[in-house]
T-cell receptor, first 113, second 114 residues
Framework: GENVEQHPSTLSVQEGDSAVIKCTYS??????FPWYKQELGKRPQLIID?????GEKKDQRIAVTLNKTAKHFSLHITETQPEDSAVYFCAASKDTGFQKLVFGTGTRLLVSP | SAVISQKPSRDICQRGTSLTIQCQVDSQVTMMFWYRQQPGQSLTLIATANQGSEATYESGFVIDKFPISRPNLTFSTLTVSNMSPEDSSIYLC???????????FGPGTRLTVL
């Protein structure tokens, strides 16, 4: 089955810096890659996603890139703000059938003012 | 996005008892999913709840321990049976957007087993 690895497990940056979180997946049939942000005590919130027919997608300060050949995808946050502090999870799924998500282990991002 | 609610939001239970968690979606969806998030950990899929058929369980999860019901296209329940302290976790349900693949999560049920 699918296995998703995520790095780093923790990331500390200064406000205004960029943050990059990387994930690799094992199943070449996976073709949908969402990113979730989970604040303490809250539900995971979908912040951006990408499908395998696209190499990059951007939404304001966040962007996701996908390298299908290498089977890895990354989340990029620019101009980080303290409110970006949270745990971020990547996930992978096949865009057919049961659509179940396999999650990475999570990255705790801390943005210091 | 789908609006998903769960009940209860939290509970403290005694070892050996069972708890049923309810999940309600504001639109009709074919599949609903149940996840477990142990303290400080990632999300692990327990099972996929299909309307009109048996749930599909992931490796390591069995129906006797986590029976699931899916009586209609907007509702599902997950029961955590014969609980032990190791079952202390957050249990989340999710559902995809109608005619889409994006999945949205309920607020979760924080379960503590003493």
């Amino acid at each position: 089955g699918e296995n998703v690895e995520q790095h780093p497990s923790t990331l500390s940056v200064q406000e205004g810096d960029s943050a990059v979180i990387k994930c690799t997946y094992s199943d070449s049939a996976s073709n949908y890659f969402p990113w979730y942000k989970q604040e303490l005590g809250k539900r995971p919130q979908l912040i951006i996603d990408i499908r395998s027919n696209v190499g990059e997608k951007k939404d304001q300060r966040i962007a996701v890139t996908l390298n299908k050949t290498a089977k890895h995808f990354s989340l990029h946050i620019t101009e980080t703000q303290p409110e970006d502090s949270a745990v971020y999870f990547c996930a992978a799924s096949k865009d057919t059938g049961f659509q179940k998500l396999v999650f990475g282990t999570g990255t705790r991002l801390l943005v210091s003012p | 996005s789908a609006v998903i609610s769960q009940k209860p939001s939290r509970d403290i239970c005694q070892r050996g008892t069972s708890l049923t968690i309810q999940c309600q979606v504001d639109s009709q969806v074919t599949m609903m999913f149940w996840y477990r998030q142990q303290p400080g950990q990632s999300l692990t899929l327990i099972a996929t709840a299909n309307q009109g058929s048996e749930a599909t369980y992931e490796s390591g999860f069995v129906i006797d321990k986590f029976p699931i019901s899916r009586p209609n296209l907007t509702f599902s329940t997950l029961t955590v049976s014969n609980m032990s302290p190791e079952d202390s976790s957050i249990y989340l349900c999710s559902a995809p957007r109608v005619a889409g693949v994006e999945q949205f999560f309920g607020p979760g049920t924080r379960l503590t087993v003493l």
